[in-house]
């Protein structure tokens, strides 16, 4: 069975090798904010961070995966505070959402690199599609991102997150807590 590192915890998926790291993430590790877009390779919507570079998670299996250490959207910042996050809700540079995570993990893995990148860099280092059209807004975000991770430039924080994941599993169906998994095995 591969073994990874998934967010800085030991991760060993029991199931086909050969299945894309994008199902392993969302259905077996219920990591949902990478998002299913095309399937191919082409929108960036399943972009993962694998050992520093940012890979579209629908094109490596969990086999190609083995030994790695993967960041998901929900490893990069549990409250929202990495750089990326924080200039994307500054620039207004979400619209939908949906695209959102890929973006921000290829923007995280460019910032991690070069932290003063130019539009060319970021337009070829982000290659993720937004059907929203927030590209103009996207080019200031990733360099303001960058100018926060220099240090030379602060953002007045977005909210952290309102809720809690063990309150958002009681409010959600779909979401389902490891406390009610245990208390529904005791019953």
């Known amino acids: 069975m591969p073994r990874m590192t998934v967010n800085d915890q030991p991760v060993e998926f029991e199931i086909n090798p050969d ?10 590790a219920n990591l949902t904010g990478t998002k299913y877009g095309c399937g191919v390779g082409d929108c960036g919507a399943c972009m993962v961070i694998v050992d520093g570079e940012a890979l579209r998670s629908c094109l490596i299996t969990i086999a190609e995966a083995e030994g ?10 549990r409250d929202r505070s990495h750089p990326v996050q924080q200039a994307m809700v500054a620039e207004q540079a979400i619209q ?15 910032i991690a690199k070069n932290a003063a990148p130019t539009k060319a860099e970021i337009e070829q ?23 926060v ?3 030379s430039e602060t953002i007045s924080a977005a909210p952290a997150p309102g809720i809690s994941a063990q309150d958002a599993a009681q409010t ?16």
């Not at 299945?19 to 077996?28: E, G, H, K, N, V």
């Not at 250490?69 to 910042?77: D, N, R």
């Open 19 to 28: 299945t894309p790291l994008l199902w392993a993430l969302r259905d077996a």
């Open 68 to 77: 790695r250490f993967i960041t998901t959207i929900e490893g990069l910042s």
């Open 96 to 110: 939908c959402g949906f695209c959102t995570p890929g973006i921000v993990m290829s923007g995280a893995a460019l």
């Open 125 to 147: 280092a982000i290659p993720n599609l937004c059907r929203c059209g927030v590209y103009p807004r996207l080019v200031k975000a990733i360099q303001r991102a960058g100018r």
């Open 149 to 151: 991770a220099r240090r």
């Open 172 to 187: 959600v169906p779909a979401i389902v807590s490891p406390e009610a998994v245990a208390a529904d095995e005791t019953e």
